[in-house]
């Protein structure tokens, strides 16, 4: 069944033809080529003055209806009582020309027709054509003998044939759109119950996540404190030392995993904002890759000359890191991590390239993913999979984006490690911490590995909100 606004719509559209209809009654009337015979013509216009007196009352019922809380019997019983009117009236006309044989006012049974296949479908076209149909006949009938016009049975039933087709293709179209209405109708009603039972699951998962995580931090806050403690203030052999090292890191590692989630959740629901500043992107890299170098062990070979952005440096330095972190965990220990930053199209890109077994093409995009690995990555190795969903999503927050390429050899023809044509710089960690140069080849050359890339403009006015 068709909505009440669209029932209400289409008899408003009802009422203009029915108006339509009074002017052209009225101007037939007025101006038919021929004469009537003796008191037709004043029959003829009080059908019309009738006619006009109830579309008066029907246009009023409408808009009454329009604007009150009325049932859909209601605005049935208007319909019918439409359909009931017109009907008559074309009936009417039918008869009151009469008298001549060539008119073609019977097509008004046809529109009347049209009109109850639309409220009725199939059953309401064919009877209200079946009624017309026998008035019609009946019409001939009586004009034949009161006129003394020759009935011609062939053009009665030629006429009325038409009218029936009419009828039935029009309620045959009525009922067909009445189905697929009703398919889609039902197909929106599953459809609105799954986005709710959707929206619910959202948020029983934003609530679990956030109970989860703060249950959670207060115990890994205490194994942690504890930790520190006994490995700083109490007297421990090496070996226990090396433990303690080892609940506190992977305690905080944990603690990063939450923290990771709630920031997913959170921006999930566009309820992590902005607070961007002018900021040295290259030294934000710098200090990241040298805390990597130290904590990890491994050669990280780093471009960042100082370069300009505009960035909430607390969420840029998330990205990186977690770049950073990937980099490390799914590559081998005996290979290098390339980090490069430069200015590119108005806004900072930076580069983290591996060696690592790289991304398949056909998971490019699938790979930012939340909960998605690489489908070369060793289901042994620790991770969950939201790192670049991370790295993505907070990339998107600035107006930027993330992606990932093939990796590619950066040293040139003469062993000198370069990226894009700009000379490199080594960190390695080093007996005080602090890098030193390398310009040893990669030996990295097989040319496979992956180079994930983030580039954030440098638009500040409102790009968090793209």
Not at 387 to 414: K, M, N, Q, T
């Amino acid at each position: 069944m068709s909505s009440d606004r669209e029932l209400m719509g289409a008899e408003g559209a009802k009422v203009g033809l029915r108006w339509f209809a009074v002017a052209f009654a009225c101007a037939q009337t007025a101006t038919y080529y021929t004469d009537f015979p003796t008191g037709v013509e004043p029959v003829a216009w009080i059908a019309n003055a009738a006619f006009a007196v109830a579309v008066v009352g029907l246009t009023v019922a409408w808009a009454w209806q329009r604007r009150r809380p009325f049932t859909r019997e209601g605005r049935g019983t208007l319909g019918l009582v439409g359909l009931m009117v017109d009907g008559s009236f074309a009936a009417a006309l039918c008869w009151i020309y009469a008298f001549d044989p060539t008119t073609a006012i019977f097509v008004t049974m046809y529109v009347v027709a049209v009109e109850a296949a639309w409220r009725y479908a199939l059953r309401g076209a064919v009877v209200t054509m079946l009624v017309l149909g026998a008035s019609y006949a009946a019409r001939d009938a009586w004009a034949t003998d009161h006129y003394g016009i020759d009935m011609v049975a062939a053009s009665i039933t030629f006429r009325i044939g038409i009218g029936m087709l009419i009828a039935v293709v029009a309620g045959l179209m009525a009922e067909r759109a009445r189905t697929e209405h009703a398919r889609l109708e039902h197909a929106l009603a599953a459809e609105r119950e799954a986005a709710k039972a959707l929206r619910s699951l959202d948020e029983l998962r934003s609530t679990f996540l956030s109970a989860v995580s703060h249950e959670l931090r207060t115990p890994l806050t205490s194994i942690m404190g504890f930790s520190l403690t006994l490995r700083d203030r109490t007297k421990v052999d090496d070996d226990q030392v090396a433990m303690l090292d080892h609940v506190v890191e992977q305690a905080a590692r944990l603690e990063r995993l939450l923290e990771d989630l709630l920031e997913i959740e959170r921006l999930g629901r566009g309820a992590v904002g902005l607070h961007r500043e002018r900021a040295d992107v290259g030294a934000l890299v710098t200090g990241l890759a040298l805390a990597h170098a130290r904590s990890s062990g491994r050669r990280l070979r780093i471009d960042a000359p100082p370069t300009d952005g505009w960035v909430d440096c607390g969420k840029f330095e998330r990205v990186v890191d977690n770049l950073l972190a990937n980099a490390i965990k799914y590559s081998p220990d005996t290979t290098e991590v390339r980090v490069v930053v430069r200015r590119e199209r108005s806004g900072v890109l930076v580069c983290v390239d591996d060696d690592g077994p790289g991304v398949p093409e056909s998971m490019r995009d699938s790979i930012f993913a939340p909960f998605e690995r690489g489908a070369l990555t060793s289901q042994a190795q620790p991770g969950t999979g939201i790192g670049l969903s991370l790295v993505d999503r907070l990339a998107r927050l600035h107006g930027g984006r993330a992606w990932v390429e093939d990796g590619a050899p950066h040293v040139d023809a003469a062993g000198q490690p370069r990226h894009d044509g700009q000379p490199g710089r080594d960190a390695k960690p080093h007996h005080d911490g602090q890098p030193h140069r390398d310009v040893q080849r990669s030996g990295r050359g097989s040319g496979h590995g992956a180079s994930f890339r983030v580039w954030i403009p440098d638009d500040r006015e409102g790009a968090s909100a793209r």
